[in-house]
């Protein structure tokens, strides 16, 4: 299931925050760019063609502020920026990441192979697993064709 507007606004009302103008911007971005990974930079350079006054600054604060409202989730890649996309509660899988040290794409794949040892791990520790990321590192296909040649 895909969030839409409605459904982050109802978010919003369910935490009793209000839907400013810049939030709404801001995550209408990571509605219309669903597949992608999106950086403050990313945002930044999305947003500010239709809404220039919304500055860098602005920016940072409200995606720190969703992450911490869990309508975003925060993700490090290890390139020195942080990553967000919308945080999607009503899905079941948890989604892990491919992501390609050359060129820097991320792939998202789904797989519930790690569900298994997630319980076992939790049951042997005697510890709540709450959630997990999973990122595998490499070369996609268009750089490893690059790097074996």
Request: glycine share 4%.
């Amino acid at each position: 299931m895909t969030m839409n507007m409605n459904d982050l606004r109802n978010m919003f009302r369910e935490r009793q925050y209000k839907m400013t103008s810049q939030r709404q911007t801001i995550l209408q971005a990571f509605i219309d760019n669903p597949a992608q990974h999106l950086s403050a930079e990313d945002i930044y350079g999305i947003v500010r063609k239709e809404s220039s006054e919304l500055g860098l600054a602005t920016v940072y604060r409200t995606l720190e502020l969703l992450s911490e409202l869990e309508v975003l989730q925060k993700i490090d890649f290890g390139d020195g920026r942080h990553r967000y996309e919308i945080n999607e509660t009503s899905s079941l899988h948890h989604h892990h990441h491919l992501i390609c040290v050359l060129c820097g794409k991320v792939k998202e794949f789904e797989d519930d192979l790690l569900e298994t040892l997630e319980n076992a791990v939790a049951l042997k520790s005697n510890f709540k697993i709450i959630d997990h990321q999973l990122k595998f590192y490499g070369y996609c296909s268009e750089c490893r064709d690059k790097v074996e040649s």
